[in-house]
């Protein structure tokens, strides 16, 4: 089982990063905030649009995730007892960031609530 906490450990750190660089890619290919809200506005336009609400909300929640999941997955691959409990937690939020963080989200589940995971981190 400690290859598959060492697994979880790096497929968490690179979701953190991945959602960090979605971010950041978002606000450049939108030219900044307050692009992203004026996503399908009428030209010349500014009203912010139900489409641009509903992303900027999206690219809050992803860089609000990308620390702790980036952490979580150091602390994994040390074997820190506080990771284990925060990986689940985590991993309950992460099935939102489809489709990667569901998978990631279920495997963490799976992972971590087992039995024979538990004495990898009893120190």
Same mark, same amino acid.
């Given at each position: 089982m400690e290859k598959h906490v060492?697994? &979880?450990?790096?497929?968490? @750190?690179? =979701?953190?990063v991945f959602c960090l660089v979605a971010c950041i890619a978002a606000l450049v290919i939108f030219e900044g905030p307050s692009g992203?809200?004026?996503?399908?506005?009428?030209?010349?336009?500014?009203?912010?649009t139900t489409e641009g609400f509903i992303t900027?909300?999206?690219?809050?929640? &992803?860089?609000?995730?990308? @620390?702790? =999941?980036?952490l979580i997955g150091i602390g994994l691959l040390r074997l820190q007892d506080w990771?284990?409990?925060l990986g689940i937690i985590a991993s309950i939020f992460a099935l939102a960031i489809i489709?990667?963080?569901?998978?990631?989200?279920?495997?963490?589940l799976w992972v971590l609530n087992s039995f024979e995971v538990e004495p990898l981190f009893k120190h």
């Open positions: 060492r697994t &979880l450990g790096y497929l968490n @750190a690179g =979701l953190g992203v809200l004026l996503i399908n506005a009428r030209e010349g336009s500014s009203i912010t900027a909300c999206v690219l809050i929640y &992803l860089f609000l995730m990308a @620390a702790p =999941l980036f990771a284990r409990d489709p990667f963080g569901t998978v990631v989200g279920i495997y963490n």
